[in-house]
Structure formats: C-alpha cells, structure tokens
C-alpha cells in the first residue's frame, strides 16, 4: 500500500460530460502529480501541484484542470469528454524537493 | 517526441534467469532515473531509483547501470522469480532550482514474463 488514496476506482460516463476523479497524497506529502495511461500514449504526466499550487505542467488537454485543497488532496476534472479520454488516471505524491513519487492504483474511466 | 526509449517491449526469462532491461534518454537535464514496477489493476511501485554522480546502484535483486556519457541506463533482475512477471517501466525528471521536482517522463513499458 503506498499511501495514496484515489477515488473512485472506476468511472463510467458518457461523451460531453464533466468528471471529477480525487486524489489524497501520503501523509506529510505536499506535492502532488497526475498521470493519464493508455495503451497508445503510454504513461503520461500531467501537472503537479505544490502545497497548493500548480508547479509544472506536461501534457494536459485544456478541457482537463486540476487543483489542490488546503487539506492538501487534490482533484483532477475532466470535462467535455471524448471517447479518447478513456484510460486510466493515476495519482503520485510526494515530499518536494525529494522524490520518489508514491502512485496510487489509479481511476479507470471508461467513455461510452 | 519521445524522450525515454525502452527494450525491449515484451522479455521472456527462465526462473533464475537475469531479466535485462534498456533505457536511452535525451534530454541532458534529467537528473533522477527511477524504475518502476506495475502489477494489473495496480498502481506504478518504485522499485530502485539513481541519480547521474554514481555508476551503478544495488538493492537486493535489482541493479541499476547507469552510463551518462552515453544517455542510458539499465536495469538487472537477478535470480529473477515467477512473482517479478510484471510490467516495468523506467522514467526520468529533473530538479528545479528552489526544490522540487518535475514529473516523470516514462518509456512505453517492458512487459516481462518470468517462467517457472
């Protein structure tokens, strides 16, 4: 178990809707990154957030944000979504300035 | 582009065997060289990670060979076991100033099946 809490595990929704995947890091984590994976793409990151704040951005669609609470866990929103959104979205947290970075096991949205 | 190529895609060990995985990398920034192992339905587990001022780096079974003259890094399984059938992937990041660290590019994946 790393630590790292995702809800909920699975996800099924439909073309042009909006979803909201959550992620609560390791305890003393303060950093937090998200990774989309599928079978053409690979793991890819996201963003990462730092203490609140957005830290660095990979390879985000803008139809995708994300944010990061006080309380320190963090939400990824998906909205207009297509049938190419289909994968699996996983959460990573770790203590900035040292990695490595914890993942949990992850969101599997499914667009029908 | 893709920035961290792994070898091969798919790998086929004999129990105790050593299971021998490449990664390349470009970019000349990337300072932090994890690997990770991921199980079906399963989150990434980091199983041996290095940074570029040493050569190699041993935890139990796992060696990480790292060459940074030549942009590549390798991971050995030895005695390698049935339970390490997994999918494996390296992946790089690098430091900014003030601390912290980017996110993790990955390579596309070693799917490695040990047999009994």
């Known amino acids: 178990d790393s630590g790292v809490t995702q809800t909920p595990k699975h996800l099924i929704t439909a073309t042009g809707q909006r979803v909201t995947l959550r992620c609560s890091p390791r305890?003393?984590?303060?950093?937090v990154y998200w990774y989309q994976q599928s079978l053409d793409q690979g793991l890819q990151f996201l963003i990462q957030?730092?203490?609140?704040?957005?830290?660095a951005k990979g390879n985000i669609l803008e139809r995708f944000s994300a944010q990061q609470f006080p309380d320190l866990h963090s939400e990824l929103n998906l909205s207009s979504l297509e049938l190419g959104d289909s994968a699996l979205y996983f959460c990573?947290?770790?203590?900035?300035?040292?990695?490595?970075?914890?993942f949990g096991d992850g969101t599997r949205l499914s667009i029908l | 582009q893709q920035q961290v190529k792994q070898s091969p895609q798919s790998l086929i060990v004999q129990k105790g065997g050593i299971s021998i995985i490449n990664c390349a990398y470009e970019n000349t920034a990337f300072d932090y060289f994890p690997w990770y192992q991921q199980f079906p339905g399963k989150g990434p587990a980091l199983l041996i990670a290095i940074r570029p001022d040493v050569s190699e780096k041993k935890e139990g079974r796992f060696t990480i060979s790292f060459n940074k003259s030549a942009k590549q890094f390798s991971l050995h399984i030895m005695d390698s076991q049935p339970g390490d059938s997994a999918t494996y992937f390296c992946a790089a990041s690098s430091s900014y100033s003030g601390g912290g660290a980017d996110g993790l590019t990955f390579g596309k994946g070693t799917h490695l099946i040990i047999q009994p």
């Open positions: 305890s003393g984590d303060l950093s």
């Open positions: 990573a947290s770790s203590v900035v300035g040292d990695q490595p970075q914890h």
């Open positions: 957030y730092y203490n609140g704040e957005e830290r």
